[in-house]
T-cell receptor, first 120, second 113 residues
Framework: NAGVTQTPKFRVLKTGQSMTLLCAQD?????MYWYRQDPGMGLRLIHY???????AKGEVPDGYNVSRLKKQNFLLGLESAAPSQTSVYFC???????????????????FGPGTRLLVL | GQQLNQSPQSMFIQEGEDVSMNCTSS?????WLWYKQDPGEGPVLLIA?????ELTSNGRLTAQFGITRKDSFLNISASIPSDVGIYFC?????????????FGEGTQLTVNP
């Protein structure tokens, strides 16, 4: 299993350009999340989804849109990129855990490798 | 919103030393989590804590869920170079809140050989 994958790994945009970040998971997880990571600020939740066709706002949703048309994919869109959106973006998924896993379910999130975005 | 404070922000230690970091929250929560992020990668869950006072180990790592349910500690014993990375505490908001996590600001750990 590949786990959680993110595309692209790195991207440079000019202010005002648009782009879509793709997250894919092959663990049959119901829940998926998009975070951004900035120095000294930890991981902040942008949007999340508790199932195919559903999305909800997180802590910092402004300037972003998301879609979950297929269970395994969660797309993050920037309609008009701004320099303040320069960040590292992480996707995560959870629930249920693989057979044999002894920990909890919903609280165990599995993260992708991240997408580095630079907006000039 | 939920206030979650993690300290210290960074630590520079020599190989073999013990490390301690902690998190405090403004509210009571039932689940504390500790994640580690290796350079250039996504965070990975290290330890999950479910009960006040619970002490859980994962190899050289030991984490405790504070008795007040508002804090948690992570200790690393006999540090090695591969312990380098960012350590995050996180709080679990519960299933009715979309199973969201709130992360601390992170502790950047540097281990000198």
């Amino acid at each position: 299993n590949a786990g959680v994958t993110q595309t692209p790994k790195f991207r440079v945009l000019k202010t005002g350009q648009s782009m879509t970040l793709l997250c894919a998971q092959d663990m049959n997880h119901e829940y998926m999340y998009w975070y951004r990571q900035d120095p000294g600020m930890g991981l902040r939740l942008i949007h999340y989804s508790v199932g195919e066709g559903t999305t909800a706002k997180g802590e910092v949703p402004d300037g972003y849109n998301v879609s979950r048309l297929k269970k395994q994919n969660f797309l993050l869109g920037l309609e008009s990129a701004a320099p303040s959106q320069t960040s590292v973006y992480f996707c995560a998924s959870s629930y249920p855990n693989p057979p044999g896993y002894s920990g909890g379910d919903q609280e165990t999130q599995y993260f992708g490798p991240g997408t580095r975005l630079l907006v000039l | 919103g939920q206030q979650l404070n993690q300290s210290p922000q960074s630590m520079f230690i020599q190989e073999g030393e013990d490390v301690s970091m902690n998190c405090t929250s403004s509210s009571i929560f039932n689940t504390w989590l500790w994640y580690k992020q290796d350079p250039g990668e996504g965070p990975v869950l290290l330890i999950a804590l479910y009960k006040a006072g619970e002490l859980t180990s994962n190899g050289r790592l030991t984490a405790q869920f504070g008795i007040t349910r508002k804090d948690s500690f992570l200790n690393i014993s006999a540090s090695i170079p591969s312990d380098v990375g960012i350590y995050f505490c996180a709080l679990y908001a519960g299933e009715t809140s979309g199973s969201r996590l709130t992360f601390g600001e992170g502790t950047q750990l540097t281990v000198n050989p």
